[in-house]
Each structure stands twice: as C-alpha cells, then as structure tokens.
C-alpha cells in the first residue's frame, strides 16, 4: 500500500475521536477509527449530556483549593481522593493548587470559551443538517442553589463570565424556580437559568454520530486495542493492536484517560488524572424536571430527556478503579431525595462509571506529538469532552491539513507542560 492510500487512523471511538473523524471525513480524508472496546462506550456513554457553553470557568480558581481540603478526604463528599502513595497524583494537586489564582482561572476560561462557542455552533449546524441526533434540546440549564449565601454569592462569577465571554445567566429565586420546576420542594434559594446551555442524550447522540460517520465512509473497527507503533524517519507508517498492523498516513490520539499509558509509545507524558464520575439512568418519571438542574452545593446533575432521566457526577481520584462504589452512588440519590419532592419511581436501567481525563490546568491538550512529523494529540478535556467535541475535531483537522486554525490553538500546545511532559518514544 503506497504512503498515499493508507488511510488517517484515529486511536479511540469516543466523542473526540468521533468528531476528529467525521471532519477529516468531511474534507475528503479516508479515515478509519480503531477503538479497545465498543464504539462511544466509554465517558462518551454514561456522562450527563450537557452541552455547556456556561462552563468557562475552570474548577482552578481563587478559593476552590481551601473549599478541596474541606472534601478531599471524606469518602461521603462530591470530591474524594483515595489516600495512598502516587507521586503523579500528588505532582498533578500541586500543580493544580499553583493555578488556582485569577490570572490563571482567566487564561483557562478563554481558552475553554473558544472550544465551547465553537462548538456549540457546529453542534447545531449538525443538529438542523439531520446530521446527528440525540433528543437534542437547546432550553439552558438551571444552577439551582440551597444555600442564600452562595445563591447570592454566585452573581459575582455570573457577571464575570457575562463581561469577559458574554455567557450569561438569569436570575431566578425560590418563587420563580418553584414555580417553573415544581418537582423541586421549598428547600431551595434559587437559581440562575443558562439559556445558551443545550443537553443530549449521550449514547443515542453517539449512535447517530456512528452512522454519520459510516455514511462519509470511516471505517468504524472495534475490540482493537492500539499497543504501538512501527515508525521510519520521525513517522508513523503503522500502528500495532491486537488485531494486527494497521498502516497510516498520519494518526489522531484520542485515548482520553488512559494516554498516560501510552507515555512510552508516544513520547509524551501529559499530566492527565482519571477523575472518575458516576450516573445513574432511569426510565422518564411521572414527576420529571422539565431542564437540567445542578445542584451546586452537592455537584450532582439531573438531566431529563424524553426517553428517561440521568442523575450524575461526583470526583473521585483513585487511579484507574473499575470497581462501582456504592457509596458514590448514593450520593446521587441522596442529592435527587433532598431536592425532590418525590423519589423517582422509574426502574433503572443502568448504574454507570467512567474516567475523565482531567489535565491540572482544565485545558485540553490538541497538538502535534513532538517526536513525530504526522502523529496528533487530543486529549484531557476534563468533564467537557461532549461540550469540545465539534471545536476540537475541526481544530484538530486545520493542525493536520495546515488550514487556517478555527480557534487559537496556542493555549492547548503539550508545550505548556514544560520539558517534563517530553520522553524519547521507546524505539519500535
């Protein structure tokens, strides 16, 4: 096969290899996507679907590491860290807690405004093309607040990310909210109303973006896991899995959580965490919230869609668990029966986990792998993979193709990281 048949490999079937491969489709690419398990089964599959151009702000900011060492250690809080020796882990939180400062928090949250406008504006192109599909609904989300002091207290942020990124909320309190959601009871401060938001449902949206992708003719091959590369001269001609060689012209990482594994064979080591998340799916209640809601003081999520309802969220850091938690799960439920007036009486259909790949900077990382002329990164997208997918995929192709770049890729270089993040790439 001659360098110019082989086709554009993406290395992982969730939604940002997804969506690198339908734009590389789209320009005339052949383009074939290998994936370990199941197309879109991994955070592409159980997340809560929120498209969430209101999500500027990086968790890094002033204030948010003394609110961490409150929770970090409590097993029954929103945010847990396993204790146990991780020199990674423990470089990521100091890393983490140098950025917690204004002038970082706003650096993050342009760059993050970029990849989200953008890519809510692609979602909807594709949304009103028949494109995808999802049980899309663009009605905004609700920041629902217990407290009066933080209700209060978050005008501050909202007006901040009005002025800046000209993202703004409305401000509805306990009457208006109870009024317009009235599965809540009368524990509530208020709200404020995200219009600009728009929420999908995760794994009916990637069954869509499936046969979008079948119809520009990727090829979609599962159950074949990347284990590494065959390179000549600075380029790799083929990627090895456990189903064989396949050769390349140029290949698109988007391995999500686990590219630390892969540090020796790309030759990079990004300074990704797996921040595990929970969710818990049920049939569509008789009594269901008619916008998603985020219950702030408890970072727990409810998004309804016709089909069912979705309760989820959490962070726990505890290294690549597959184990389920129950207790994390009753966090979820614990936060739907306060805020509720009524437990949801539809069966569950699914109890859900997955890692997020979560950089310390809460950007992620789109770029060329230093080591080689025609192999790319994207990567750690936090817990806004679905909200960057379209951005980064068309970003992604104006790196590969030398077309002018459609946001400014600067802040999402491997650069950043320093000369730790280089390695020399086991030779193959």
């Known amino acids: 096969m001659s360098r110019s048949d082989r086709p554009i490999l993406v290395i992982g079937g969730g939604v940002v290899g997804a969506a690198c491969a339908l734009e590389l489709a789209g320009r005339g690419h052949r383009v074939r996507i290998l994936e370990r398990d199941r197309f879109g089964r991994g955070c592409s599959h159980g997340n809560c679907g929120l498209v969430s151009p209101s999500h500027v702000l990086p968790l890094c900011m002033p204030g948010a590491l003394a609110k961490s060492m409150r929770m970090v250690l409590s097993s029954g809080s929103p945010l847990y860290v396993r204790p146990r020796f991780d020199p990674e882990l423990a470089r990521w939180l100091m890393n983490f807690a140098r950025r917690c400062r ?178 818990i799916t049920m049939g569509r209640p008789e009594d269901s919230p008619n916008l998603p809601l985020l219950f702030q003081e408890r970072k727990v999520v409810a998004t309804p869609w016709p089909s069912g309802i979705r309760l989820g969220s959490t962070m726990e850091f505890s290294g690549y668990d597959t184990t389920v938690n129950p207790k994390r799960l009753k966090l979820l439920t614990d936060a739907a029966a306060f805020h509720f007036k009524k437990t949801f009486d539809a069966p569950v259909v699914e109890e859900w986990y997955g890692w997020r790949p979560m950089t310390y900077d809460e950007m992620p990382v789109i770029d060329r792998l230093p080591a080689f002329e025609n192999a790319w990164l994207a990567a750690g997208h936090g817990m806004l993979g679905l909200s960057m997918a379209p951005a980064t995929g068309a970003l992604v192709a104006d790196l590969m193709t030398g077309a002018t770049p459609s946001v400014d890729p600067t802040p999402f270089r491997i650069a950043r990281f320093g000369s730790r993040a280089i390695a020399t790439p086991v030779a193959q």
């Open 102 to 279: 204004k002038d970082a928090m706003l650096e993050a949250a342009a760059a993050r405004a970029a990849l989200l406008l953008a890519s809510m504006d692609r979602y909807e192109k594709m949304i009103r093309a028949g494109e995808l599909a999802g049980e899309w609904e663009r009605r905004g989300t609700l920041f629902v607040f217990a407290s009066k002091k933080g209700f209060e207290h978050f005008e501050e942020e909202n007006d901040l990310v009005r002025e800046r990124f000209g993202v703004g909320a409305e401000k509805w309190d306990a009457e208006k909210l109870l009024e317009r959601e009235p599965t809540l009871r009368p524990v509530v401060a208020g709200a404020w109303h995200y219009e600009i938001d728009a929420h999908v449902r995760p794994d009916v949206l990637m069954t869509s973006w499936k046969k979008a992708l079948e119809q520009r003719g990727v090829e979609i091959e599962e159950n074949c896991e990347f284990r590494s590369l065959r390179t000549e001269r600075g380029r790799v001609v083929a990627v090895l899995t456990s189903e064989g060689e396949r050769e390349a012209s140029q290949v698109v990482f988007a391995l999500g959580a686990v590219t630390p594994r892969f540090a020796d064979k790309l030759g990079v080591r990004i300074p990704i965490q797996p921040g595990k998340g929970y969710s």
